[in-house]
Nanobody, 125 residues
Framework: QVQLVESGGGSVQSGGSLRLSCAAS????????IGWFRQVPGKEREGVAEIDWNGNTAYADSVKGRFTISHDNAKNTLYLQMNSLKVEDTATYYCAAEPWCTLVAGKIYYDMDYWGKGTLVTISS
């Protein structure tokens, strides 16, 4: 059973930084994708950044150059370092995972089977 627990959300001013963490358990598959998605009420969920078992990464255009995804395999923890935050980054951020997945051509894979409960990020101007 895969379980994902996010932490690290909060409120910061525009231009600031936050680091989100996702404690992952139960990912015993030899290949997988794990990543961050975000959602604002009334809007579709958006893929933010993703990494696969082989270290391939994918980013939404809106966060390239500002956000960095990383995965500490020893700690089974996924991170999202968010710098130069903007008001439009305000959202609930979700950690998600998909077994037997490999990223292709730098594109975010959306059809994830496992989701955390989310952590709220609020950016003020």
């Amino acid at each position: 059973q895969v379980q994902l627990v996010e932490s690290g959300g909060g409120s910061v001013q525009s231009g600031g930084s936050l680091r989100l963490s996702c404690a992952a358990s139960g990912i015993t598959y030899s290949s997988y994708c794990i990543g961050w998605f975000r959602q604002v009420p009334g809007k579709e969920r958006e893929g933010v950044a993703e990494i696969d078992w082989n270290g391939n990464t994918a980013y939404a255009d809106s966060v390239k150059g500002r956000f960095t995804i990383s995965h500490d395999n020893a700690k089974n923890t996924l991170y999202l370092q968010m710098n130069s935050l903007k008001v439009e980054d305000t959202a609930t951020y979700y950690c998600a995972a998909e077994p037997w997945c490999t990223l292709v051509a730098g594109k975010i894979y959306y059809d994830m089977d496992y989701w955390g409960k989310g952590t709220l990020v609020t950016i003020s101007s």
